[in-house]
């Protein structure tokens, strides 16, 4: 059986295991090993449960970018046929993101990625409600992610008077604190549509009634929001919308910023006249074209990738019960169906994580971006946890592609792990 798979790669891992397959599990100097199951000996990379950080390159997505890797890729500036081919691909892509989140395709701008969009849409949106009506006044939610946050207060310094809108201890930032604090020389709101960290849902819809009631822009972060919700822009009132393409199984290095019509923020990029004059750069037709793919794709089959992000997290649910005083964190009401965080009692999340990774298995303490950082998560300490709580948390997160194996992987591993873990912990107490 061995013979079979010598010198080419494993059909194993050209697809995706069905339920009805049986892993083949075994432990290899008492580590566990998980190996292919058509000729039991191959291991097989264990589990990827981080996600939320970032999502693997999906066939659809490479296939689309390949023809602008080669000799032929042109500048969609350019008036000859190359830049033609280029100009179109970037225009096919602008149609397939408009319409995953029901936009019009002029109402995109293409960014490097969400970091950009998010720094677009606050700052250059901040800028033109300062020159159009002289507001000065910023409101920002305590969770956003570090984009968000370091955009507002980087406008701080630049004489905008920012306000952090706090949150309470599930997690959700509450629509009549955002009331509250709302002025009339409010610029802009930002809330993001689901906590990278945490998973919960925010009321982003109600949030965008407030803020326009007295004349304010509303800036939303979808990133996470993008392909495990139904996200209407039209429904949600947003004036400006963050997107990310390696959050859907595009590349990393794209992104957009879903802007109103008829709005226009200032822009941080200047220089030529790319993106109707609101980003100037050569576009990156390769990354772009990925992106359309990827969210072509998450929109034909929205519904079902729902329905199978819901299972996944039910099995996840299924594996935390087993460890005795794991605590979700978040409002139990208001779950996204691919993100879930964790508190386990007695574990310092960075040991249990290194541990995992032995393992064979991905997690993350909060979000990549601080991750290597050992300091605890803001998002966790502004839902009121105290350090030795946030330094215990884990975030599990996962995807339509997430297989069965990753599922027994997980069960068979973390709460072993754990256990270890707590009894280590207490003989070197
Ligand atoms: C909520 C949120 N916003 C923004 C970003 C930044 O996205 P990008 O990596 O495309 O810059 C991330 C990535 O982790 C995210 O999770």
New binding site residues.
């Given amino acids: 059986m061995k013979e079979a798979h010598r010198g080419s790669a494993c059909a194993f891992r050209a697809r995706t295991l069905r339920a009805t397959d049986l892993p083949w599990v075994v432990r290899v100097h008492g580590r566990v090993e998980v190996t292919c199951t058509s000729c039991y000996t191959h291991p097989v990379n264990l589990a990827y449960f981080d996600h939320?950080?970032?999502t693997p390159l999906t066939s659809v997505a490479r296939s689309a970018m390949e023809p602008w890797l080669g000799p032929t890729c042109g500048n969609a500036s350019s008036l000859h046929r190359h830049g033609k081919r280029a100009r179109a691909a970037i225009g096919e892509a602008r149609e397939q993101v408009a319409q995953l989140i029901r936009a019009t395709p002029s109402e995109i701008v293409f960014t490097?990625?969400?970091?950009?969009?998010?720094n677009l849409g606050i700052r250059g949106g901040a800028w033109a409600a300062r020159e159009d009506r002289g507001a000065r006044h910023v409101l920002v939610s305590a969770i956003?992610?570090p984009?968000?946050l370091s955009s507002a207060r980087w406008l701080g310094r630049e004489g905008f008077e920012v306000e952090e809108i706090p949150v309470g201890p599930d997690g959700v930032v509450s629509v009549a604190e955002v009331r509250r604090r709302l002025r009339r020389d409010t610029a802009l709101v930002a809330c993001?549509a689901?906590?990278?960290e945490t998973g919960t849902i925010q009321p982003v819809t109600e949030i965008a009634v407030a803020a326009h009631e007295v004349g304010a822009w509303f800036h939303c972060?979808a990133?996470?929001a993008v392909g495990s919700s139904q996200l209407d822009v039209q429904a949600t009132g947003a004036d400006f919308v963050?997107l990310?393409?390696?959050?859907i199984g595009g590349p990393?290095g794209a992104?957009a910023l879903y802007v109103r019509r008829g709005l226009s923020p200032v822009p941080l990029l200047v220089g030529g006249a790319q993106e109707n004059q609101r980003r100037a750069g050569t576009e990156n037709t390769a990354g772009i074209a990925g992106f359309g793919a990827a969210a072509e794709e998450v929109h034909r089959n929205l519904t079902t990738r729902i329905q199978v992000l819901e299972r996944i997290a039910q099995r996840v649910r299924a594996t935390m019960t087993t460890i005795e005083s794991a605590h979700r964190v978040g409002a139990a009401s208001r779950c996204a169906p691919h993100i879930a965080c964790y508190v386990i009692d007695g574990v310092d999340s960075e040991t249990l994580l290194y541990a995992l990774d032995l393992e064979g298995i991905a997690a993350s303490a909060g979000?990549?971006?601080s991750s290597h950082t050992m300091e605890p998560s803001p998002v966790l300490l502004a839902m009121g946890l105290d350090t030795p709580t946030a330094k215990s948390a884990i975030r599990l997160s996962w995807g339509p592609s997430t297989t069965e194996q990753e599922l027994f992987a997980l069960a068979d591993v973390l709460p072993g792990l754990v256990k270890r873990h707590r009894t280590l912990r207490k003989e070197t107490v």
Avoid: L
């Fill in positions: 939320a950080a970032t490097s990625g969400a970091t950009e969009a998010d956003e992610h984009a968000v993001m689901v906590n990278n972060d990133v996470q963050a990310s393409a390696h959050k990393g992104g979000s990549a971006c």
